[in-house]
């Protein structure tokens, strides 16, 4: 989670102008070292300068959110009153925290002010994916696999909130997908999704819809077929709307490729921005 809400600001402040779009750190935390920037800042001259992974976020960490504001302008650098703005509110915290039902309460409110969610899937946590990846002979790091989806969905249903989401957008957004192509790819299977094709706005400044249901579609098939995760695709939708187009899969990969011994070199992402831009779309935030 951390290396992707790092990969996915560092692309916004890069590249986030061709869809008139300026992210800027809110510092709203008293204590200084707590702050957006500061944290923001030293996390990503880890990654981005000394080539060095982030360490594993523990369960007592980074309770305080990282804020950052979202602009939407249809002249970048200007401001003016017509410009759009959103928070993106990232609350980097361990999975195992997501045990504990007093922790997933507290995470199911700050939710249920969102208008949009980013559901980071790890498919080094799913069993189908890794046999298939050692049969490759691509053996995955170990990862545990924590139902959060089904977690929150028990939650919201029991406090009755679970109406109140059907109205949010769901981005169910498969990570390091980069390694599971090329599994795929020694088990002979043909490439699912093509990472040689990049979200297609970076050229043209324009979202285009379809490109998104082009991902979706391809990554169904994946989480049907490949992953067993029918049932979650399923129970997304359900929750989501999906009739209404509320929930889409996404493949990224925030490094662009697997790295060795826990240092990286050369970053080159893949399609970090689409979970976010295809929220923003669907929420009205383009001009």
């Known amino acids: 989670k951390t290396v992707y809400f790092l990969s996915l600001i560092h692309e916004l402040k890069r590249v986030g102008y061709k ?21 923001y800042n030293r996390l990503s001259s880890e990654l981005f300068d000394e080539h060095r992974l ?10 305080c959110p990282l804020i950052f504001k979202l602009i939407s302008s249809k002249n970048p650098g200007t401001v ?8 993106l509110v990232f609350y980097d915290t361990a ?19 969102s208008s949009g969610i980013i559901l980071l899937v790890d498919p080094f ?43 949010k957008y769901m981005a169910v957004t498969f990570s390091k997908f980069d390694v599971v192509e090329e599994g795929l790819e020694a088990c002979g299977e043909e490439p699912i999704v093509d990472l ?33 995760m029918g049932q979650l695709v399923h129970n997304v939708g359900t929750k989501f709307n999906g009739e209404k187009g509320n929930y889409r899969l996404f493949a990224i990969s ?8 826990n240092t990286v070199s050369e970053i080159d992402p893949y399609r970090v921005m689409d979970p976010l831009v295809w929220i923003l779309y669907k929420m009205g935030g383009f001009h």
């Not at 925030?254 to 011994?261: A, N, W």
């Open 19 to 39: 869809l008139g779009l300026t992210v800027r750190a809110k510092d709203e935390a008293p204590d200084k070292n707590m702050r957006t920037s500061v944290i």
């Open 54 to 63: 982030p360490e594993q976020t523990h369960v007592s960490e980074r309770q």
């Open 80 to 87: 003016s009153k017509e410009d759009k703005s959103i928070y």
């Open 95 to 113: 999975g195992e925290a997501f045990k504990s039902a007093d922790d997933i309460d507290r995470m199911a409110k700050h939710l249920m002010e």
């Open 125 to 167: 946590s799913i069993k189908q994916l890794r046999n298939r990846m050692d049969a490759a002979g691509i053996p995955l790091p170990e990862s545990s696999s924590i139902s959060v989806f089904d977690a929150l969905a028990n939650l919201m249903e029991a406090v009755g909130a679970d109406k109140k989401f059907m109205n």
């Open 196 to 228: 040689t094709r990049n979200s297609t706005f970076l050229k043209s400044g324009i979202y285009t819809p379809a490109d998104t249901d082009a991902i979706h579609g391809k990554m169904k098939i994946i989480a049907e077929d490949l992953c067993d």
């Open 254 to 261: 925030s490094l662009g490729y697997r790295p060795k011994d």
